[in-house]
């Protein structure tokens, strides 16, 4: 019996140690990412409109793939995903590249070099696994995809790449010609929630 108390004690101050470990001393980019995704929540919301639904950090599973869309907004327009990334620096790539390169400048003048992958080919991913997963459950709708990128540091500027909440309203509101009713937007809804 002392064992076990001891034992159980043991563990819970173990379990809380992880937990204190990764609250306060995660990596800088995982808080970076963090806080822009928190900041794209924000300027998303400025431009919603009634009966707009954002969703956000939803995990998708279609078969063997899975996927976490950061941005999912519903309505009556059609479904939205806006990846976002808080990448500081320059960034360097082409549309159909697999990887970009990020460069970054210390405060010591050191130049920084780190391969990050395409969001844009990341979201059309997204997309797929997405427009799947709702057809499994009879749910026929085009997905537009979108990558936010908060730095506006993109090497690439066409109609995927969202650049100001102006880009996000035109997007969500104006550039998509699907028209959902008010159940099929309840249904998809009631899937990834």
Same mark, same amino acid.
Request: glycine share 6%; hydrophobic share 40%; charged share 25%.
């Given at each position: ?28 980019? =995982? +808080? ?5 995704? @928190?900041?794209? !929540?924000? /300027?998303?919301? #400025?431009? $919603?409109?009634?009966?707009? &639904? ?61 391969? =990050? +992958? ?5 979201? @059309?991913?997204? !997309?797929? /696994?997405?427009? #799947?997963? $709702?057809?499994?459950?009879? &749910? ?54």
């Amino acid at each position: 019996m002392v064992y076990t108390i001891i034992l159980v004690g043991v563990f819970m101050l173990i379990l809380i140690l992880v937990i204190v470990w990764n609250k306060f001393y995660e990596r800088p980019e =995982v +808080r970076a990412g963090k806080q822009g995704e @928190k900041e794209a !929540v924000r /300027i998303i919301e #400025r431009v $919603l409109q009634e009966g707009d &639904i954002l969703l956000s950090n939803i995990c998708v599973h279609y078969k063997e793939k899975e996927t976490e869309l950061d941005n999912v907004i519903i309505n009556s327009r059609g479904v939205f995903i806006i990846e976002v990334k808080n990448y500081s620096g320059v960034l360097i790539g082409g549309e159909d590249d697999y990887e970009w390169t990020k460069y970054k400048i210390s405060r010591g003048l050191k130049v920084y070099e780190k391969q =990050v +992958r395409n969001p844009m080919k990341q979201v @059309k991913r997204q !997309v797929y /696994i997405l427009s #799947r997963y $709702l057809k499994c459950y009879g &749910i026929r709708v085009w997905i537009d995809g979108y990558v936010l990128l908060l730095n506006n540091n993109s090497p690439i500027h066409n109609n995927m790449i969202l650049e100001s909440s102006k880009a996000i309203d035109r997007a969500i509101h104006w550039r998509s010609r699907n028209t959902l009713n008010k159940k099929t937007v309840a249904a998809i809804k009631e899937l990834l929630m």
